[in-house]
């Protein structure tokens, strides 16, 4: 069975979710899906429903990636680590020096999303460099 | 009378013919002097001087505005030069620190990175394939999964890995 089909409810459901700019390409086995999400929810919601297609994402043959459409970019993000403090580095990737660190639920400023993984930020401390995006969740102003 | 006069005038003329021939610079000279007040000045070396009718022409690269400015401003302040016409170019800016414009590539760093914080597991890349083996709690795959797949690898091998 192609893996487009095994994972079709998936695709149906990002469509109907309103997910656009919707890839989808199939290559050696291995299926990847990239799109832009309205909103978060909409995002765990396609991960959900992965998880309910291929359980605990074991078989590896999707690569997916949704994107959560920002209206507004992305200044500032609160600290989501479980417990610890967030490493500030001095490059984005673990061999890069520590220059400093973000005390955990702390809200740092972001200047610029440099890429997926690695966000530059600057702590109320002054204290400026790369941290890893996983554990920084963005804060939408309230107006 | 009228002879001494005319005397009196040519010896005018030829004083005021040799004054004004001694007066004219010339270009060779002028280029001669900017050349040695550049090549004095560390910042201004590797600039290219030419002059035409005390015109000074300024080309070669410059490593900022400032140093650019500059080459212009002592090359002005020199005897004769009537006029500057600057064509230094400003060498392009360095490149930014490599850490900007970072597109995510999927390698053994960056599996690295993402599992730092993730002892039980242990990671590597086998022809663009992600391969997994160790233990990991169901909440924190499910956000590692969703790290991994930004790499964008070519697929994943987690037969070795066990979900608690």
């Given at each position: 069975m192609p893996v487009q089909d095994k994972y079709q409810e998936l695709l149906t459901a990002a469509t109907q979710a309103g997910v656009t700019d919707l890839k989808v390409n199939e290559e050696n086995g291995v299926l990847h899906i990239e799109g832009v999400a309205p909103s978060g929810t909409v995002k765990d919601m396609l991960w959900a429903t992965y998880d309910k297609i291929d359980p605990n994402y074991l078989s590896g043959d999707l690569v997916m990636n949704i994107y959560v459409d920002a209206a507004v970019p992305v200044t500032s993000a609160l600290v989501?680590?479980?417990?610890s403090n967030l490493n500030i580095r001095?490059?984005?990737?673990?061999?890069q020096a520590i220059v400093g660190k973000a005390a955990h639920h702390e809200i740092v400023t972001v200047?610029?999303?440099?890429n997926e993984l690695w966000w530059l930020i600057k702590t109320k401390d002054g204290e400026e460099g790369y941290a890893y995006a996983q554990y920084l969740t963005p804060q939408t102003e309230v107006n | 009378m009228k002879k001494h006069f005319t005397f009196l005038l040519m010896i005018a003329a030829i004083t005021i013919g040799f004054t004004a021939c001694k007066s004219k610079p010339k270009d060779a000279d002028i280029k001669a002097a900017v050349e040695k007040a550049l090549s004095a000045d560390p910042m201004s070396a590797g600039t290219t001087v030419a002059v035409d009718k005390g015109v000074v022409t300024l080309s070669g690269e410059c490593k900022d505005e400032m140093c650019k400015k500059h080459c212009e401003e002592m090359t002005a302040a020199i005897k004769d030069v009537k006029s500057v016409v600057n064509n230094c170019t400003v060498a392009a800016?360095?490149?930014?620190?490599?850490?900007?414009a970072n597109p995510v590539v999927a390698n053994e760093q960056a599996i690295m990175d993402a599992l730092k914080?993730?002892?039980g597991l242990k990671g590597m890349m086998k022809d663009g394939k992600i391969v997994l083996s160790g233990e990991i709690a169901k909440a924190k795959w499910q956000m590692l999964k969703q790290t991994l797949d930004k790499l964008k690898?070519?697929?994943?091998?987690?037969?070795?890995l066990k979900i608690k």
């Open positions: 989501t680590t479980e417990t001095k490059g984005p990737g673990t061999d200047i610029s999303q440099t | 800016p360095p490149p930014p620190p490599s850490q900007e914080d993730q002892p690898p070519a697929g994943y091998d987690l037969t070795g």
